[in-house]
């Protein structure tokens, strides 16, 4: 088997390609690329940083798309930015809505790849699931997205640009010269980079659509409304909490290293110790208030009372949660859900030594958009259960 582990900067075929020369698309730029594209192109530096500003709150706080509509701006000067730049997002492909009213979109990148985003609305919140990659590198064996090959990393403003299509949907960006929380309880409030991919194997662009996305002029999301899923690239967690400082989620999904190379092969690399050590000092670090270690149920596989024991022992001392997923099956998948009576028993456990283990709730199952089930409808061919145990180093 080879490993999937490596950095996916070696393998040349990840590398995003070069796009065809012609307007630059300004979403996705921090404010100083932003700044720099216009000074490139004309902008007085004395004027640069006020542009930057206004142009910032129409594309982020209002969501214009045309700099037409910029009327702030001068006539010429918005003529001078349309011929020299574009405002564009991932192209919504398909919609679906879940009997709960959870939202799963096929989005459209450049290349033409496709990546899947889920919205799930709930009574306090309403949060969006992003994808950082096309595909996966990492393989675990209970995720579905795992089972479609790595193709490429998202740029940033295909990130950032989920959340902007996402917004459009939901009808919620305010009128220009309106505060972004004069409409009362924002629709989209929550954004967990849990869809397709590995989020810190795309540090760099993760990093800057987050930025964007926490920007108090623009989208307005506090770092503690965002939530990164790793699956341990031990290396950039102390980064993420330097440099982004968002809430971390990290799939754990086993107490021993034997099982965990299994579900989660990266573990091959950085062994469930390693990747505790990194986690003890992220709280501290990134000033957030705890760690969400997220745990898919699997029959017979990880579901045992001495499995809820050992990881109550192991994340002793860690401002944590253990968030206890129902494993949520997809055709050809080489794992069940563990029963219900199993599942209450190890929250028990995890509850009774002082963790929060809240079971969550599947969401989106109808459609495919539950945890675990993202992949990309033009990958979306099955697999028997065989080849992907094969696949999974499980047979």
Known sequence: MTDSTAPITQDVMTIPRKLPEGPTNLVGLTRDKLREVLIAHGTPEKQARMRVNQIWQWVYQWGVRDFADMTNLSKAY?????ENFVIEIPEMVSKQVSADGTRKYLVRIAGGHEVEVVYIPETDRGTLCISSQVGCTLTCSFCHTGTQKLVRNLTAGEIVGQVMMARDDLGEWPEPGQGTGENGPRLLSNIVLMGMGEPLYNFDNVRDAMKIAMDGEGISLSRRRITLSTSGVVPEIAKTAEEIGCMLAVSFHATTDEVRDK???INRKWNIATLLEALRDYPKASNSERITFEYVMLKDVNDSDEDARRLVQLIKGIPAKINLIPFNEWPGAPHQRSDWDRIEKFADIV?????????RTPRGEDIMAACGQ???ATERARKSRRQIEAEAGMG
Do not use: F
């Open 351 to 359: 509850y009774k030594a002082g963790y929060a283990s809240p079971i």
């Open 78 to 82: 918005r003529a001078e930015l349309a």
């Open 374 to 376: 993202l992949k990309s």
């Open 263 to 265: 579900l989660v092969p």
